[in-house]
């Protein structure tokens, strides 16, 4: 089912490059495509997670469901895949790994976990690496169909908010939902902080975002989306994972200027989302909030809620 063809090999080439080379050469012959995470632990099987379950390879570099086949992950591979995606310099990208990721070409998110170093009561580094998990950014054109129109509303923007658990889609709906506003000439601003919606490269997206879209990596979301907001005049402002108080506040003075919003939270529903009384009170800036899981598929709409 996942055998590599002509057509998936450059994709496949793609994330696989960032793959250390005595893992490197089981992946050439299978398709990543479809692929949603492939998962490194030292001393435990390669894993790679599709939508229909977790698959490992064997040494003859053939997917197959029985782990104790399966080649296994090494501390030497570990170490030359952090090599490879912090292009020998890990300290270039201290600040990402802290938070416990590291992005890379293509939008690729690698999630870093070992020990934490503590200094003030804070992350400030993670040490002796254990595990790698290659999330996989996609692209997929009408993921956003269903959505877009109950976000346009006679003409405006609903601000709407996107509650999803992990792994269910939500980056790839924003980037739909960018790139179909931005082509029906809405004036669209991303902030992008953790550099996964656009994975822009010496200024140019990854993606197709539109015409209409500008982008802002690497900013914190609070003052992102004012300087956006000051600066680019948007008809709609879009934004990942918000939750911090001051997200809260920039998306207030944000709806209140008369620019929409759309953003999206990690959650199962909107009842967990209530459960916080600092995110319940959020919720009164929405007017629409849509729910994403998996029911029928990764990016389904489980429930989709508007004020009026």
């Known amino acids: 089912m996942y055998i590599a063809t002509s057509e998936t090999m450059n994709e496949a080439r793609g994330i696989v490059s960032f793959m250390p080379r005595g893992l490197r050469r ?34 003859h570099g053939n997917l197959t469901s029985i782990p104790t086949s399966a080649v296994k992950v090494t ?14 310099s890990v300290y270039s990208v201290k600040d990402e790994i802290r938070n416990g990721f590291v992005t890379i070409s293509g939008g690729h998110r690698i999630g870093v976990t070992g020990t934490a170093v503590i200094k003030e009561d804070k992350v400030s580094f993670i040490k002796d690496v254990s595990a790698l998990n290659y999330r996989l950014a ?29 792994g269910a889609g939500k980056t790839t709906m924003l980037r739909d939902i960018a790139r179909q506003l931005s082509y029906k000439s809405y ?7 953790r550099r996964e919606i656009a994975a822009m490269r010496e200024g140019r997206s990854s993606f197709d975002l539109g015409f209409s879209t500008d982008v802002l990596e690497g900013a914190d979301k609070a003052q992102g989306m ?4 000051r600066s680019m005049s948007p008809d709609v402002i879009i934004t990942d994972e918000i939750g911090k108080h001051e997200d809260i506040q920039a998306i207030e003075k944000i709806t209140n200027s008369g620019a929409a919003v759309i953003a999206s939270i990690h959650g199962r529903n909107i009842d967990m989302v209530k459960r916080r ?20 598929g990764v990016g389904t709409i489980e429930e989709a809620l508007t004020r009026w």
């Open 26 to 59: 089981y992946l050439y012959g299978i398709s990543l495509e479809g692929a949603t995470e492939i998962h490194m632990r030292i001393g435990k099987p390669l894993v790679i997670h599709y939508p229909d379950g977790c698959y490992y390879i064997n040494r």
């Open 75 to 88: 501390r030497e591979h570990i170490d030359e895949a952090l090599e490879i995606a912090t292009a020998s």
């Open 138 to 166: 996609g692209e997929i054109q009408g993921a956003a169909d269903k959505v877009i129109p109950i976000i346009l509303h006679n003409g405006t923007i609903r601000n709407t908010l996107i509650i999803s658990q992990p």
């Open 187 to 193: 004036r669209v601003s991303i902030v992008d902080e």
């Open 226 to 229: 004012l300087m956006m907001l």
């Open 277 to 296: 009384p600092d995110l319940k009170q959020m919720l009164n800036f929405f007017d629409l909030v849509v729910t994403l899981g998996k029911s029928k």
